[in-house]
Structures are given as structure tokens and as C-alpha cells.
């Protein structure tokens, strides 16, 4: 399995920005898929997941009414929709996968597939 995070970059607050995730290598239909950031100095934050057979969405409250999370299944892509983004939103935003476990982000969830990530910048 591989999944590969891309369309970080530099945004102003206020602003918005679309993150994409490739996913390839699932013999399923039925996995989850997750984004994670993490700033420096602080633990990594599970943000946003989905299940791809259903569409079901977890968010977490730092970016719940913000972020938008979505999938195309027959393109194998997810994606991170980042509404009015804050200063503190500036981190490494990575996807991440798993065939098994929902909603993938809570605290200490076990996570077995990672992409590299992507950074993003919130600044004026």
C-alpha cells in the first residue's frame, strides 16, 4: 500500500487550500482513510477521516465547520478541503490508511499505512 500527500504550500490567513492523497495498493474496497498533522514541538494530531466504501467522516474539533474531507473512488484520491485556516493550522499534514480501524484518528490509534506528507504554511 502506498499513498502519496500533495498540494501543501504557503496560505494567508483566512485562506484556504486542497490537500490530495493517491492511495494505490488496497486489494479492498472497504479501508479508511485518515489525515494527520503534525507542528513542531507538539504530538501528532489525527484531523479528519473517512471510509471509502461508505463515506462515513470523523473530524476532529480543531478543524470541525473548517475542513472538508471526501473522497473519488475511481480515482483512488482523498481529499482535505481547509477553509478559513488559522496560524495554528502551519504543520507536516500527512495521509495515512488503515483496512481495519474507524475512525483512525483517535489518540493512539494504530495507523498501518503512512505517506510522506506535505507542509503547510498558514502566515501572512
Known amino acids: 500500500v502506498q499513498l502519496q500527500a500533495s498540494g501543501g504550500g504557503l496560505v494567508q490567513p483566512g485562506g484556504s487550500l486542497t490537500l490530495s492523497c493517491a492511495v494505490s495498493g488496497f486489494m479492498q474496497h472497504d479501508y479508511t482513510v485518515a489525515w494527520f498533522r503534525r507542528a513542531p514541538g507538539k504530538d501528532r494530531e489525527g484531523i479528519s477521516s473517512i471510509s471509502v466504501s461508505d463515506g462515513t467522516t470523523a473530524y476532529a474539533n480543531s478543524v470541525k465547520g473548517r475542513f472538508t474531507i471526501s473522497r473519488d473512488n475511481s480515482n483512488n484520491m482523498v481529499y482535505l478541503q481547509m477553509n478559513n485556516m488559522e496560524p495554528e493550522d502551519t504543520a507536516r499534514y500527512y495521509c495515512?490508511?488503515?483496512?481495519?480501524?474507524?475512525?483512525?484518528?483517535?489518540?493512539?490509534?494504530?495507523?498501518?499505512?503512512w505517506g510522506r506528507g506535505t507542509q503547510v504554511t498558514v502566515s501572512s
Open positions: 495515512a490508511a488503515d483496512p481495519i480501524s474507524f475512525p483512525l484518528i483517535d489518540p493512539g490509534a494504530y495507523v498501518a499505512y
